[in-house]
């Protein structure tokens, strides 16, 4: 804990306009997203951008001289945060290029260009969930009634599915927004970031890791629908039920993350062999 401290100081000491600058944004991000009325979800999107945000600080070992190139992009930027507020373009992109450039003529363009990621998702993507949600959600939807239907199929039980639909026992079964498991995403992206950091130390590592959560949560997500038809079979409209509904899909929050700790066994380095011992020389 002592360390942590001592880090934390450190931290403060080496970038004190950055991490100024990024708390203001934090809190900028969690008012835009209350005022709005997001559902609860929007609060893992903006832990995910905090923690990712004080983690990149945390790790910056010295204080960044800015360059020539670096001021001169930080203009560029500023330029542009204007141009799109003047366009009547969303305020969201205009504090986005206002924050690049107030890191980049802070820090650098690597620092800008590495907080870019958490800034967007406060700024940008927190206060938007509604639309991301709707933009994510089809393709998910297709492809897990699609992955459900064949696994119904390979069982013997006779399915047509078309886009978002499946027919099943003469009865068409539609695969919502509820059911795409984009709800369930934002779960695990914030509890993926932490599983990431805990198990990989490289930077290689860590990106391929994360990527596994999208197949980890689709394959969850078709467990779970392929379990909710079958149990439509045997107790018909029951298991629309919400607490049903909701129980399952903890349960598919579980198995993605189960199945993601699993894919990160297939990154973690070897173990390096213990050096052998000198034969000593009688």
Known sequence: MIAFFRHFQKMLKTVPELC????????????????IGMEMNFFMLWLLGVSLGWYILWNIEK???????????????????????FFGMPHSWSLLFSAASFFMISGSI????KLLCPVFILLVLTPEQAFFNVFFSYPLRVMSAGLSAFLLKAGGIHTV????????????????????????LEVMLLLGFFLVLAMQKTFS?????????????????VLRLTTTLLLYRVIGDHVFDPYLHTFLGWIMVLVSFLLLFAGGL??????APPSAKKEKRA
């Open 20 to 35: 100024g600058c990024f708390l203001l944004i934090s809190g900028i991000g969690l008012y835009k997203a209350i005022d």
């Open 63 to 85: 204080k960044p001289q800015p360059k020539a190139l670096d001021e001169a992009g930080a203009w560029f930027l500023l330029a542009g945060a204007f141009v799109f507020y």
């Open 110 to 113: 690597l620092i800008s260009l």
């Open 161 to 184: 599915w078309k886009d978002t639909e499946i027919f099943m026992d003469g009865t068409a079964i539609s695969i919502t927004a509820a059911c795409s498991g984009i709800e369930q």
């Open 205 to 221: 590592a860590q990106v391929l890791h994360y990527l596994l959560i999208l197949p980890a949560l689709l394959s969850a997500n």
């Open 266 to 271: 297939i990154f973690e380095a070897p173990a």
